[in-house]
């Protein structure tokens, strides 16, 4: 078994055997006896890596026997491995070649926090989101048997990317084709089942071994031409198992069940592994694991050690004290709710299991029967706010921007055409950084504003939000407030639940020539820029409805509008100032900032917006190249 360390190693740890297995053929030449010392040593490195670069590390640490098993048994990278969610693959990056680039793991130019298939050949599926991968191994399993190839299709999904709709679709077709898959549910919340011991582990051996498999076979010719006798065989073998394992929805849905069994028992999964190697059909094996395991801490609190930042080198200067900054926007978010929830007792919250990330902890410890985490199913957790909507309640969606992009015919079909009262408070809007543009919010001002009846705000600052929360929870139809991940710029926060008036900016400087439309965050550089040119600067709050009557004056007084936002510039609400002044037959230059069509590589988020010039110095030089340009005309 692993063996459980205390702390994370500052200096590279001595892994002569992790040495020779820098590559999965490395691996392989190994003796099957020394794999759980290769174990150890992937554990220790994994703690140093992180260790010195940050990232996520529980989820990586509860799967490094099976990635050490995975990757012995089959014939990686011919044979396809496909990893779901993503942050169990960092000991996967390891053994495939990128262990001496790990220290540059979610840095700009360095290596990734997901798989990605332009990184490594290893890497069979880009991913970033959970629940996907069942349905890409069976995809690439029935292309390789229409290509006429034996190579093996691995899918490994946790118990909680198990909860999403879309995993069960692909479990529900792949025995309709009758594909040659294996599934791993990495169950490492013991959520399905507890069973797991030496009965379970001897069973599963049992269970999957070709002797087995031969003679259920050979039995099914035998049997099928009684009648009736095969089902009736077929059911009692089925029944037998579900008394000693949880596997009957999975045999009911077509898939021949293996399991649970430990995950970090090394010899049982490589046993296991090979005895389902070659069967034919759905194979689905059920591990259990311990996020975090070899690691004390994490095993004790693997919620906190989901992820972990970068620590410190030794003997390090102490650290410069950080100015204080305001709350994180999240944390106003949750606040704001709580506050609702004691005033409108209509008030209901939903989250797709973002309960820490989005601040809703303390939401759910007073009001437990006004929260609702739907787990990893965005589809349904929309729907439920409308349907709850249709009821009278007034629903609070929190959701990343990436995630509700999963929901989308929802929020159109279920929410927008029906003119619902459910609001979505949209974290992590705009670039987030080390994660990369999987995660990236780049589209929702785009995809939100195209919707009839929907309105879409976007507050630059902490105060802003508080009451932008507010107006979207007073307002008669479906509303959208989108904000960013991190803190803000430490604005007063006004302890009132007062609403906005709807479709109404506000100028913050006034100036000449030059008119910063600014939605969002963006207003702190904007400011900035704004000082030096003498430009005027307009918070523009609303998306939709767009104040058009504050555009109008604006592009009558000035020579230039610029708008700003961190959102994609195709669609995004610069376009609706555009589209605005086409309308209205009003002539003017406008200068549209915002992220590029491109996906916009990891980086430090301020690395990320001088790309794209979002900072105040790519503001401020992109506005007098406009300049320039307009003077030469």
């Not at 940050?54 to 990893?83: C, K, S």
């Not at 802003?464 to 507010?470: G, V």
């Not at 107006?471 to 904000?483: E, I």
């Amino acid at each position: 078994m692993p063996t459980t360390f205390k702390e994370i190693p500052r200096e590279r740890p001595s892994t002569p055997l992790l040495d020779k297995a820098a590559t999965p053929d490395g691996l392989r030449r190994l003796g099957e006896a020394e794999l759980e010392a290769l174990a150890d040593e992937l554990r220790l490195e994994l703690l140093y890596t992180v260790g010195q670069t940050g990232g996520h590390f529980g989820a990586g640490l509860g799967v490094i026997e099976l990635t050490v098993a995975l990757h012995y048994v089959f014939d990686t990278p011919d044979d396809r491995l496909v990893w779901d969610v993503g942050h169990q693959a960092y000991p996967h990056k390891i053994l495939t070649g990128r262990r001496e680039k790990m220290s540059t793991l979610r840095q700009k130019g360095g290596v990734a926090a997901f798989p990605r298939r332009s990184e490594s050949e290893y890497d069979t599926f880009g991913v970033g989101h959970s629940s996907t991968s069942i349905s890409a191994a069976l995809g690439m399993a029935i292309a390789s048997r229409l290509q006429g190839s034996e190579r093996k299709s691995i899918a490994v999904i946790g118990d909680g990317a198990l909860t999403a709709g879309m995993a069960f679709e692909a479990l529900n077709h792949a025995p309709e084709v009758n594909a040659d898959m294996l599934v791993i549910l990495n169950d490492n919340d013991m959520s399905i089942s507890r069973n797991v011991g030496g009965l379970s582990n001897y069973l599963a051996k049992i269970l999957s071994s070709r002797t087995y498999a031969s003679m259920r076979e050979g039995s099914k010719k035998v049997l099928s031409r009684l009648p009736g006798a095969w089902e009736i065989a077929r059911r009692t073998e089925e029944y037998a198992k579900g008394m000693l394992v949880p596997g009957t929805l999975f045999e009911e849905l077509g898939w021949n069940y293996i399991g649970p069994i430990d995950g970090h028992d090394l010899p049982t999964l490589i046993a296991t592994l090979r005895n389902m190697r070659d069967l034919k059909g759905p194979q689905f094996l059920h591990v259990v694991t311990k996020k975090g395991k070899g690691f004390a801490p994490a095993e004790v609190d693997p919620i906190g050690y989901h992820a972990i930042t970068k620590l410190d080198p030794l003997n390090a200067p102490a650290a410069v004290p950080k100015k204080a900054s305001g709350p994180k926007y999240s944390g106003v978010f949750g606040q704001w709710l709580c506050d609702m929830a004691d005033a409108d007792e209509r008030l209901v919250g939903i989250t797709p299991a973002m309960k820490e990330g989005s601040d809703l902890v303390a939401f759910s410890e007073r009001y437990p029967e006004r929260y609702f985490d739907v787990a990893i199913a965005e589809q349904h957790a929309v729907t439920l706010a409308a349907g709850m909507a249709c009821e009278g309640s007034k629903p609070v969606v929190a959701i990343y921007s990436t995630f509700l992009q999963r929901g989308y015919d929802q929020l159109i079909h279920d929410v927008a055409v029906q003119n619902l009262d459910v609001l979505f408070a949209i974290d992590r809007a705009g670039l987030v950084g080390e994660d990369g543009p999987t995660h990236a919010g780049s589209f929702d001002l785009s995809y939100l504003r195209c919707i009839p009846g929907m309105l879409v705000m976007t507050p630059s600052d902490e105060n802003e939000l508080r009451k932008m929360l507010t107006t979207g929870h007073l307002f008669n139809g479906p509303a959208a407030v989108r904000y960013p991940r991190g803190t803000g710029p430490n604005a007063v926060i006004e302890s009132a639940l007062e609403p906005l008036e709807i479709g109404k900016g506000i100028v913050r400087r006034q100036g000449s020539k030059v008119a910063m439309l600014v939605f969002g965050v963006q207003l702190a550089e904007a400011m900035v820029v704004a000082e030096k040119l003498d430009a005027t600067l307009v918070d523009m709050r609303f998306v939709k409805p767009l104040d058009e009557s504050l555009v109008r004056v604006m592009a009558a007084s000035h020579d230039l509008l610029v708008t700003v936002e961190e959102n994609a510039i195709m669609g995004g609400a610069g376009a609706a100032v555009s589209e605005f002044l086409a309308r209205e037959n009003i002539l003017k230059s406008v200068l549209h900032l915002g992220l590029p069509d491109v996906y916009v590589e990891h980086a430090k988020p301020a690395q990320m917006l001088a790309e794209c010039g979002l900072d105040a110095d790519g503001i401020e030089a992109s506005i007098a190249d406009r300049l320039q340009k307009i003077h030469n005309a």
